[in-house]
């Protein structure tokens, strides 16, 4: 096991405990939270505080293994960016339409085809 | 300061064990379907996060493919159950 140099170490301890941190308080308030639409907020806690400590310090240590600056680890923060408010909402959408024809008697209100209410 | 380095590392895995294990229970119990979906969801989170610090424990920069290809497949598998739900049908013809 090669040795890091003290500029990856100090950061990367700190931004380790943050994102353990935060990984923890998001997967309680995965198991915790009373309805689903506050349940939501907790992978989203995962998805930017967490998986921003822990890209941060892989790439910092990636860079002192590699010896140049390494900007691999930015390709999953920007596809973590994008792609996890679209699941948000995509997961939202089901929700609202399933509790909507599941409380009324009535066909649905909203049309299956489009996802929006006529 | 590597010992520390070490001990953060080992504390990150745990975190991320216990992470996943919630949304285990969260997968069983849900009383939805969406409920499952969103465990799903933060249980494919975890586990590439969980492959990032592997890379970073052994020093390797080899596990970062294989955490960008869960990322990607884990939006695609979120996303199509997710459109399931709503419309009963993933692809519309």
Known sequence: METLPLWVTIPGTVLLVFGGVMILAGSLGLLRFPDFFSRLHGPATTATGGAAAVLLTSMLCSAAIAGRPMFHELVIALLL???????????????????RARLSHDP??????????? | MNEVFGYAVWFVQVCLVVAMLNATVRLFIGPAAQDRVLAFDAM??????????????SRSTAYFDIA?????????????????????EVIEP
């Open chain 2, 44 to 57: 494919y989170l975890n586990g590439m996060l969980l492959l990032l610090v592997l890379g970073i424990r």
């Open chain 1, 108 to 118: 649905p209100a909203a049309d299956p085809r489009t996802g929006r209410s006529t």
């Open chain 2, 68 to 88: 960008l290809l869960i990322a990607l497949f884990g939006f695609l598998g979120t996303m199509a159950l997710a459109r399931f739900l709503m419309r009963g």
């Open chain 1, 81 to 99: 960016l994008v792609t996890t408010p679209v699941t948000s909402i995509v997961m939202l959408q089901a929700a609202v339409y399933r509790n």
